[in-house]
């Protein structure tokens, strides 16, 4: 797509007034019922299928396609960022009338530093087309790695902070307790973080490190800078009300890490035909449509099993505790 200066300027002040009213809305610390969860999650889902639609109406189908296979991987693998996002709420023992601030605050950092590293992948794409061997190769080791550490069953059951969020708490201190919804207090005459500070930084930085997986990953399905923002955009925005409405199915999502190695997989050879093409070698290459319907049957077929899978241990579960009694 040829997208003008002002085009996207305007998308990111509509994005940028998105933000201040979801902000708005949720400034008041409280409880996030499933309620309001469920309706959030489905203006975001709405919003950027009305985004899509325009594309289609201003770019054709390609585009339209190319957006709705990026939106869905994003999504999908932002599902699967949820686990770790559990896991430092738990960590950090965040108040859960603050854990929406924290939430909305992460998404935001972590969308300003993707928009650098998507930014980054356009300027490389342009200069090296190589790169997309590197990214082919990155992607298939990736999801060769989920597909061992599913099997071996080692998802952290703690979170771990980073030696940079280390250093930037020894830096400047950490106060031993919550103080609402303040970043920075006074304590003993010293300038000193919150803990709702430090949690919203080990969100953002996190996210940074699973965009080293999802920049390439969508890059895979379209070089346009334009479309890879706003999908990385519309996936992220409505993150936050995810996490609320589905917090409680995350851990019943057992397949999830095999469904979403099979799509960066997929992604990873996509992405190595491609270069091959683009060097002159005659090898076939996917489809944004077949990319799409692929996407989306692996999606599902995943939900369809680990929904099964779970109700099946429940049972066993169930069945050995009263065996027990």
Excluded at 91 to 106: D, H, I
Excluded at 217 to 224: F, V
Aim: aromatic share 12%.
């Amino acid at each position: 797509m040829n997208v003008s200066l002002s085009v996207w300027l305007l998308t990111i002040v509509a994005l940028c007034a998105l933000v201040a009213v979801d902000f708005f809305i949720g400034r008041k610390p409280h409880d996030v019922s499933i309620r309001e969860a469920g309706t959030w999650t489905i203006v975001w889902v709405v919003l950027a299928c009305l985004f899509g639609l325009g594309l289609f109406v201003h770019g054709g189908g390609g585009p339209t396609g190319e957006f709705f296979a990026g939106y869905i991987t994003e999504k999908s693998l932002s599902v699967d960022n949820l686990f770790v996002f559990v896991l430092i709420m738990g960590k950090f023992a965040v108040p859960s009338q603050y854990q929406q601030r924290v939430l909305m605050v992460g998404v935001i950092v972590a969308l300003v530093l993707r928009a650098g590293f998507i930014a980054a992948g356009a300027a490389i794409i342009s200069a090296f087309s190589w790169v997309f061997y590197l990214f082919g190769a990155f992607l298939i080791w990736t999801a060769w790695k989920l597909i061992q550490d599913a099997r071996k069953e080692e998802h952290e059951e703690e979170y771990e902070e980073s030696k940079l969020l280390k250093a930037v708490e020894k830096r400047f201190g950490v106060a031993d307790r919550y103080h609402g919804t303040k970043l920075f207090i006074t304590e003993n005459g010293k300038r000193v973080m919150t803990p709702m500070l430090v949690v919203m930084l080990a969100i953002g930085s996190t996210d940074v490190l699973f965009a080293l997986d999802s920049i390439p990953a969508i890059y895979g399905l379209t070089q346009d800078p334009y479309i890879v923002f706003t999908a990385n955009a519309f996936a992220l925005m409505g993150l936050r009300q995810l996490y609320f409405l589905i917090g409680g199915l995350l851990k019943k999502l057992v397949h999830l890490s095999y469904g979403l190695s099979i799509i960066l997989g997929f992604i990873g050879v996509k992405l190595v035909l491609h270069a091959l093409h683009e060097s002159g070698v005659h090898v076939p290459e996917i489809s944004i449509p077949f990319s799409l319907g692929f996407i989306v049957l692996v999606l599902a077929i995943t939900t369809v099993t680990s929904l099964r899978a779970s109700k099946k241990q429940e049972q066993e579960q169930a069945e050995s505790e009263r065996m027990a009694q």
